[in-house]
């Protein structure tokens, strides 16, 4: 029956096609069938655009597409598919914003099943919003000089861009139907400079220091960035009927050309806190001293890495994936090469080496038509093999080493009535290793309230419960539970009589009040609910509901000073309706809100409150056969809150609110001319508003010890117009 019964459709089928086929009806369909057996095409798009973005007014709506420092622009694209018939080849290439500093260019030929080429060229440029008002000389080079200015805005306005050039290329080969071999090669350029700065206080303490009231100090500088990044993977695929298997090898190569910044001294006085002028000093235990020390950037290093990955059948309804990674990092970049100058017995270089070595294995299975498992375990190791070295006479460099185990179990059961019901419960577990005490490995202060737990470890309980409420209305619940804890706390202190060797237990009587554990080892209690609605009401409306619920609560010794809970809320609704066949519309609304509750004993309490508001409408539809219209209009309000208080007798700080919002009307029209060209019509207009106290408030902006300043436009408005001309050849 149930084979006469496949028949029988499949038979139907055929005799529908067949019956088009003859008679001709579906000239659309038949459209769309050819479009996809032989979809050659070409079209080019060309024209241009004017903008009001140019910085500072649009700094942050111009910040990665390419209109930061234009008001007008020419805009060119092209797209070609092209097959080859007789020999089944395939030839690509696409273009996109040739006319801006994002372009993006691409290459591509291929045989399916034979051999496949592809070459890849893009640019992006990051244009920092924001606007530098200084003196400091050398922007975008290693020699820095920094000139104070008698006043706060008297200096130069600077912008800082970082320009990325990537070049890729992608070569496949199939050397039998279930062999082939991959090659892929890229190679990125960095160039620019972005913001940065050193700090320090001449505290008495120092010897011989020169240090006059007040004298701490932060300058601005500019970070000069001329790197480059290479990668390199190679790798063989084999592909039989019940398993697939690749064997892997990768390369990342980094080099940075400027791997220390140089200052060359500071011209003028500082400001000290009290905003008094007074002389930084020049020599070796004097402010200025410490400030013009050179500043260390990104090493050269590079990773390489063997891995082998597959799938294995071993019943009908067992299957399994495996991975298997090893990896070797170095960095043993020169210091003195890098322009940092090493003191006496010091190594030449960090001689940085860490091998990592990860493994997953997964398995799913059907043993019940009605019923389906899956269990995965992921075990990785990191073992930082960097050599020990007293820095700075007393205390080494930190080595960090872990074993982190993940697994996960899940069955998932279809029950009677439309209900599908899946339970999981998944443990993670971490150890680290501990710093070994010895006279070359000091690397905490006696006295220091740092601590940590050698293992932390994690258990999740998940269900979720699926139900066809009706023919056109689904739901789902979903809820988790998990509890973090781990091994005890270990006071990184000096060590005892009863613990000559090795760090002692934390008594938690003698926790100080004061002390902030790490918030990743923390008791953690965490409960989370989502609800999916998803209603098919008619033919032409469909609405999606969501709603996710969380909380966290967070436990030390010392409790409950430190993040103590952290609640998590969000909502939305989508919506779609076909108004008729030609005009559709769209809307969403979002509401998202993360409250924490942080402290401390002698300081601060804190109740910083996140909260987004997201929503938006949107149209399309024709005018006539040849006009196509669309738009859509969108705000977003994102909004921190501070609601500080006092841990101790004083009165409680007050920080001001920070804020994004943009409102975005977006419209289009499109005019078909003829069956190959349209001309096509983009408006945008966004409206921006930002206010961020960490650089200004009420006015008055915040004032590095020379006086530069940092600033942003706080209301933006970009109007954007873009007419361009589209042919397809074919």
């Known amino acids: 029956m149930n084979t006469r019964e496949q028949l029988f459709g499949f038979q139907q089928k055929l005799l529908v096609l067949a019956l ?27 024209g241009a655009a004017v903008a009001g973005a140019f910085r500072p007014n649009g700094s942050l709506f111009g910040q990665y597409n390419g209109w930061a420092n234009n008001s007008s622009a020419v805009l060119l694209d092209f797209d070609l598919i092209q097959r080859d018939d007789e020999t089944g080849t395939w030839v690509t290439a696409a273009g996109r914003d040739l006319g801006l500093d994002s372009r993006e260019l691409s290459l591509g030929s291929q045989r399916q099943g034979a051999w496949k080429v592809s070459l890849d060229y893009s640019e992006l440029v990051r244009h920092d919003p924001r606007t530098l008002n200084t003196g400091l000389q050398g922007i975008g080079s290693s020699q820095l000089t920094v000139n104070s200015l008698g006043a706060t805005g008297t200096g130069l306005n600077q912008n800082l861009d970082i320009k990325r050039k990537s070049y890729s290329l992608g070569l496949e080969d199939w050397i039998t139907p279930g062999v082939s071999v991959e090659l892929s090669v890229k190679s990125e350029d960095k160039e620019g400079a972005r913001l940065t ?20 100090g932060l300058l601005m500088l ?71 020390q050179p500043v260390s950037q990104a090493p050269d290093n590079q990773a390489y890495q063997m891995y082998l990955s597959g799938t294995y059948k071993l019943t009908p309804t067992i299957n399994t994936t495996f991975h298997y990674a090893a990896t070797h990092a170095t960095q043993n970049d020169s210091f003195t090469a890098s322009g940092l100058t090493a003191a006496p017995g010091l190594p030449s270089s960090l001689n940085g080496v860490v091998d990592s ?46 074993t982190k ?35 070359t490995e000091l690397l905490i202060p006696a006295n220091s309230l740092t601590s940590i737990r050698e293992t932390t470890n994690e258990l999740v309980y998940r269900a979720e419960l699926r139900k066809a409420l009706t023919d056109s209305l689904n739901a789902t619940l979903v809820y988790s539970e998990s509890k973090r804890d781990g091994s005890h706390w270990i006071n990184l202190g000096a060590t005892t009589a009863a613990y000559p060797s ?3 237990p934390m008594r938690y009587a003698d926790v100080s009040a004061m002390g902030v554990f790490p918030t990743t080892m923390m008791d953690r209690n965490r409960d989370k609910l989502r609800v999916l609605f998803d209603w098919n009401a008619t033919d032409a409306l469909s609405m999606q509901f969501n709603g996710e619920s969380g909380h966290d609560v967070y436990s030390a010794p010392n409790n409950p000073v430190g993040l103590k809970s952290a ?33 401390q004993a002698a300081g601060y309490i804190a109740r910083i409150n996140n909260i987004t508001t997201n929503y938006g409408v949107g149209v399309l539809g024709k005018l006539s056969g040849k006009t196509e219209v669309g738009g859509d209009l969108s705000y977003l309000d994102d909004n921190n809150a501070y609601g500080l208080g006092s841990g101790n007798s004083a009165a409680p700080g007050v920080l001001p609110d920070v804020s994004y919002t943009t409102l975005a009307l977006k419209l289009f029209a499109k005019y078909s001319l003829d069956k190959q060209s349209d001309v096509r019509v983009d408006l945008v207009h966004q409206n921006i508003t930002f206010r961020d106290w960490a650089w200004g408030s009420a006015s008055v902006p915040y004032a590095y010890s020379d006086n530069s300043t940092v600033s942003m436009q706080p209301n933006q408005i970009v109007n954007y117009l873009g007419v361009k001309y589209v042919y397809r050849l074919k």
């Open 405 to 439: 185990t993940n697994s996960k179990a899940e069955a998932t059961y279809v029950f009677p009535a439309n209900y599908r019901a899946t339970f999981g419960v998944d443990y993670n577990w971490t150890k680290r290793k501990l710093p070994t005490i010895g006279s």
């Open 567 to 599: 609640n998590t809320f969000a909502l939305g609704v989508d919506a779609s309706l076909a108004v008729t066949d030609d005009w559709k519309t769209t809307a969403f609304v979002n509401y998202g809100e993360q409250l924490m509750n942080v402290s």
């Open 502 to 504: 090795s760090y002692q």
């Open 20 to 46: 088009l086929a003859a008679f001709g009806p579906a000239h659309a369909a038949d459209d769309e069938v050819a479009k996809l057996i032989k979809p050659d095409t070409a079209s080019i798009s060309a």
């Open 357 to 402: 070595t990860l493994a997953q294995l997964g398995v799913t299975a059907r043993p019940l038509p009605k019923l389906s498992l899956l269990g995965n375990v992921r075990y990785e190791d990191i073992a930082d093999n960097t050599p020990h070295a007293l820095y700075g006479g007393t205390y080494s460099n930190e080595t960090n080493s872990s």
């Open 197 to 216: 700065g050193v700090g320090g206080y001449c505290s008495p303490s120092i010897p011989g220091a020169f240090c006059p009231t007040l004298s701490g």
């Open 222 to 292: 500019a970070e000069p960035i001329t790197s480059n990044t290479q990668q390199l993977e190679a790798k063989v695929n084999w592909v039989g009927s019940d398993y697939s298997l690749t064997a892997g090898y990768y390369a990342s190569l980094y080099r940075n050309d400027k791997n220390a910044t140089q200052i060359g001294g500071i011209n003028g006085n500082l400001v000290n806190l009290a905003n008094v002028p007074f002389a930084p000093g020049s020599g070796a235990n004097t402010l200025g001293g410490m400030l013009t």
